[in-house]
Every structure is written in structure tokens, then in C-alpha cells.
């Protein structure tokens, strides 16, 4: 891996992507830094330290995402999170639309089509997540109720701008609005003039930058062997990510020959590669979006009068370290890996696809029997990566348990952003020796 960065380096095309790479990254962090006019940093910060105190963290898998600029209410606190969310939503939409499975179906004018979509769509979220986010950091919800908007040092939105407060809002949400039109502008970038997907290298950063604090923290209320301790594990689950993320199953596939016209084509072997975890992160954040909802709801009551379901939720659905909470993430995770797989792949269309070309699976007759076969063999490896992805995803929760801190409910050194961190860095790297490769490829005369 370093040997790849040094090399790219050198080489002076490369080096300007990677330094253009850098400079869209460093604008990114800026605006995540960057408070939003009509918030108070101040009022913020302190409601940050109680927060943290009390450890009524809540949306905290998107202040991971967006590298804690959600809680600052800063310019680009939405982050990449409604582009992400408006990718999901298109794509599972495409098996159902049949004008979108068409566009799919027209190569690159029609995945030009669907991009737009996903920016028409990403815009319009991020003016709902905003409004959201703005009505919960006005009430002080967004900080699980433990600042008193009665009292000013805690006023998130102070009164006293001189502005007429709906307008104030207005403004607020226009700007976080705004802001992830420019992150997402910063992220196509990067696709275009940079290295590596420019989406995912801003999910990187945004996770990147939160691990130093949270390690600190974990150092200083801890103490230094558990920190070592939480090191050591750390560097085993990214082994062992590394392991799955490039393990698949390769089905050969066989081409007859074919005469085209004078030419002949065809004759020649390849296969198809099938990866343990098909899904990536996908079911991961369908999964804790999902249990998310129980303590969004809980955030709209008292909570020093709550009734009997509602403290059976705070205590089981709401709960991180709970075992009813835990086992449900467990199966949540694998229902939403065969879930994504099933609309992703299509045994049906490939064997058709393959069948159209005069391929086959060498033992397996072309067409429905290819189908099915693909079928079972997706179905098995589904499972390993299905139990994969639901323990390295609850893996954070017992790290809840082991340090009995409830403030780590941030926790970055495990769950969802190992495998996003690990799966973009394998991705970048994988480009850069690949442009590597048509650089200084030499075939056989030197």
C-alpha cells in the first residue's frame, strides 16, 4: 500500500489527482468546521460537553458520517448522508420502475439520466434532514433533552439576531441545504480529477477525523492498558475485514467460438466473481437506521414522565448495550444482506446475458439451469457474509459493555466505520496501482 503511494508520487499525473485529491478534502473539512449563521458555537460546544456527560447521544451514526459537524449545525452538517440515502432509494426503485431499469439498461446516457435524478432527489432530502435537524436543534431534542432552551447559555438558535426568527431558520436551512449541493459537487470532483471514488473518500475523512478525539477520550477515562487493549482489537477486526472483503467465489465461465462476418470471435475462458460480502455497508445502515426510529420517538415525550411501553423502549430498543437490542441489530443485519443481494444481483439476467454471448458454466446447461445455480451458490455465500457484516457491526455494542461508558455510543473503532474505512481504502488503492499498471506496463519487448 505505501509502496503504491510512493510510486504514485512520482509519477507526475498522479500526483497532481492525489494533490487535487487532498485540496477538495481540505475544503470538506473547513466547511464541516464551519458554523452555520444564527447558530451559536458556543451554546453548541456546551451542549456538546453535557451531552457527552450524560450520554443522551442520539443520531450519532450521522454525526459519524458527516465527522461530528451535524451536532455544530455547521455548513456542511448534512454531510453525504442524503446523497447516500438518495442512491439507496433510486436503486431499489429501479427493480420496481420499469422506465428506470430501462435507463439502467442504456449504459452511460442512461446512468447520466439516473444521476441526475439522484442529485434532483439528494436536494430535495436534504431540505427535509435540514428542517428536521433545525426544528430538533431549536427545541434542544437534537441533543437528547439535556439543554434547556429556557436558559440562553444553551439557546442553539439564540433570539437576540436581530432577525425575525422564521427567517433565521429560513436562512439556516437554505445554507445546510446548500452546503450538501457543494459536498456533493466536492465528491463528483474527486470522481472526475481525483483518485478514488469521491463520495466514499468523503465518508473517509468525515470517520477519519472523529478517530483521534474518540481515542483520547477512551485514553483519559479509561486509562492507558484499556486504550492498547481497544488498539490491538482494533487492528484484528481490520485484518480480518481485509480477509472477507476480498474473499469471492470465482465461477468459471466458458466462451464458444463464434465467425462474425471474416473474424472469429470467442473461444476464450473467464469468470465470474461473487463476493462474500456482496451487500458492502448497505444492510449495516438500513439496520441501525431502522433502530434509530424507537429512540427519535422516545425524543419527543418527557423524559422524566414516560409510561410503561415507553421505558420498556428506553431500556430495550433504545439501549445499546440491552441483548434485546443487540440480538435485533444481529438479525435486522442479515435480513437487509439478503434482502440488497436479492434485488442487486440477478441470476436470471446474467444467465441470459451470458447465454446471448455463447457463454456457459463449463458442467451447467445455458439458461435456467445457469440461473439456478447461480442462485444457490449467491445463496450460500450470502450467509458467511450475512453473519460477517452482523458481528463486526455489533462489535461496537459490546465495546458499550466492556468500558461501561455510555458516552462511547459514538464509538468509531468498530461496526460500520471499520467496514466502510477498510472497503474505501482497498478501493483506492486498487486504483492507484491500476493507473500504476497502464503507466508502466511494459508487455513482452523492453
Known amino acids: 500500500m505505501l509502496s503504491a503511494f510512493s510510486s504514485a508520487l512520482r509519477t507526475p499525473d498522479l500526483r497532481k489527482k492525489l494533490l487535487f485529491t487532498v ?20 451554546n453548541v460546544k456546551a451542549c456538546l460537553a453535557l451531552t457527552e456527560a450524560s450520554g443522551n447521544g442520539v443520531l450519532n451514526l450521522l454525526n459519524l458520517f458527516s465527522g461530528g459537524a451535524l451536532l455544530q449545525l455547521s455548513v456542511f452538517a ?20 420499469p422506465r428506470l431499469e430501462q435507463l439502467r439498461k442504456e449504459g452511460q446516457s442512461g446512468q447520466a439520466k439516473i444521476t441526475q435524478y439522484t442529485r434532483y432527489l439528494t436536494l430535495g432530502l436534504a431540505v427535509l434532514q435540514a428542517s428536521a435537524f433545525v426544528a430538533l436543534a431549536r427545541t434542544g431534542q437534537l441533543f437528547g433533552n439535556v439543554c434547556d432552551q429556557d436558559n440562553p447559555a444553551y439557546q442553539i438558535i439564540p433570539e437576540s439576531t436581530g432577525l425575525p426568527m422564521w427567517l433565521t431558520l429560513m436562512v439556516l436551512v437554505m445554507t445546510m441545504t446548500a452546503g450538501t449541493g457543494v459536498v456533493m459537487w466536492l465528491g463528483e470532483l474527486i470522481t472526475d480529477r481525483g483518485v478514488g471514488n469521491g463520495m466514499s473518500v468523503l465518508i473517509f475523512t468525515s ?12 485514553k483519559t477515562s479509561s486509562g492507558t492498558g484499556k486504550f492498547l487493549l481497544v488498539i490491538g ?30 473474424r472469429m470471435y470467442g473461444g476464450t475462458s473467464t469468470y465470474i466473481p461473487l463476493k462474500v460480502n456482496q451487500a458492502g455497508v448497505v444492510p449495516v445502515i ?24 415507553q421505558i420498556w423502549i428506553q431500556n430495550n430498543l433504545a439501549d445499546p448495550t440491552s441483548p434485546i437490542y443487540i440480538g435485533l441489530y444481529f438479525l435486522l443485519i442479515i435480513f437487509f444482506t439478503y434482502f440488497y443481494v ?56 459490546f465495546f458499550f459493555i466492556w468500558l461501561n461508558q455510555q458516552q462511547y455510543q459514538n464509538f468509531p473503532f468498530g ?32
Open 23 to 42: 485540496a477538495i478534502v481540505a475544503i470538506y473539512r473547513l466547511g464541516a468546521t464551519l458554523p452555520s449563521p444564527g447558530v451559536s458555537y458556543a
Open 78 to 97: 448534512l454531510g453525504i448522508m442524503p446523497y447516500i440515502t438518495a442512491s439507496i432509494i433510486l436503486q431499489l426503485l429501479t427493480v420496481v420502475i
Open 207 to 218: 470517520i477519519a477525523a472523529r478517530l483521534p478525539g474518540e481515542g483520547w477520550t477512551i
Open 233 to 262: 482489537l482494533v487492528l484484528v477486526i481490520i485484518a480480518l475485514v481485509v480477509f472477507i472483503e476480498q474473499a469471492q467465489r470465482r465461477i468459471p465461465v466458458q466462451y464458444a467460438k463464434r465467425m462474425i462476418g471474416r
Open 286 to 309: 438500513f439496520g441501525s437506521s431502522l433502530l434509530y426510529l424507537p429512540q427519535l420517538y422516545l425524543q419527543f415525550f418527557d423524559q422524566n414522565n414516560l409510561k410503561g411501553y
Open 342 to 397: 436479492s434485488i442487486t444481483f440477478n441470476p436470471t439476467e446474467v444467465a441470459e446475458n451470458m447465454k446471448k454471448y455463447g457463454g456457459f458454466v463449463p458442467g451447467i446447461r445455458p439458461g435456467k439451469p445457469t440461473a439456478d445455480y447461480l442462485d444457490f451458490i449467491l445463496s450460500r455465500i450470502t450467509l458467511p457474509g450475512a453473519l460477517y457484516l452482523a458481528l463486526i457491526s455489533v462489535l461496537p455494542n
Open 415 to 446: 461496526g460500520t466505520a471499520v467496514l466502510i474505512m477498510v472497503g474505501v481504502g482497498l478501493e483506492t488503492v486498487k486504483q492507484i496501482e491500476s493507473q500504476l499498471m497502464q503507466r508502466n506496463y511494459e508487455g513482452f519487448l523492453r
